[in-house]
């Protein structure tokens, strides 16, 4: 690698600042990394628990709508009943100045989002309303996970690729820079060492004379 600056004990100065906050910058970076890794792990882990329970509760409730149908028949008219949900809100926390989504939904106890008499309907029908709602609500925390492992990963991979620059460009450019201007001043030091010992040499020499 080619070095231009100046061998000046200024640009070693400064070199071997920039130098220190390479380094110093690359630390940070990758303990910044390892945080986000971290993190990305852990929701990871989440959100196949959180698949694993909606398949589950799918699965229930499916079950007990195909017994609704059976012992109801067709429901149009509570169908109809139910209004369009807006109960989503959208908030957003920080890591490591990574924005991650925060997905919350209305819980309020089932006897207070009925939309429905239950003279009108039986047990399997409550029972897929009940399993249905719960889908629902881990369906918006696994919307939540699954936006925030994407955002920590686009994060990740720029994280990563900024840290790879420093170790492997920026850090052995400002070394070689530094080591260049030390060589170059040791070697002028030791070349004006060498001939103030010539001239008081000749000076001797002289008044000897």
Do not use: W
């Not at 989440?46 to 017994?67: G, H, N, P, V």
């Not at 819980?107 to 429905?116: G, I, W």
């Amino acid at each position: 690698m080619a070095v231009q600056a100046v061998p000046t004990k200024g640009n070693l100065m400064t070199s071997k600042k920039s130098l220190s906050l390479a380094r110093t910058g690359y630390e940070l970076l990758d303990k910044k990394r390892n945080i986000l890794v971290r993190e990305m792990m852990t929701l990871i882990d989440k959100a196949t628990e959180i698949q694993t329970k909606i398949d589950q509760t799918f699965s229930k409730a499916y079950l007990a709508l195909q017994r609704a149908n059976i012992t109801m028949g067709y429901i149009d008219a509570i169908a109809k009943s139910v209004p369009e949900d807006d109960s989503l809100r959208l908030s957003y926390r920080s890591v490591m100045g990574v924005e991650i989504p925060i997905v919350t939904i209305d819980e309020s106890p089932v006897e207070k989002t009925l939309y429905y008499g239950l003279g009108v309907t039986n047990s399997a029908f409550d029972e897929a309303y009940v399993c249905f709602r719960e889908v629902k609500r881990l369906s918006a925390h696994l919307a939540e996970i699954e936006n925030s492992v994407y955002r920590l990963a686009d994060s990740i991979k720029k994280t990563q690729k900024r840290a790879n620059a420093l170790k492997n460009i920026m850090i052995p450019k400002f070394e070689e820079t530094v080591k260049f201007i030390s060589d170059a001043l040791e070697e002028k030091e030791r070349e004006e060492f060498s001939r103030l010992k010539v001239i008081k040499a000749q000076k001797t020499k002289a008044e000897e004379e």
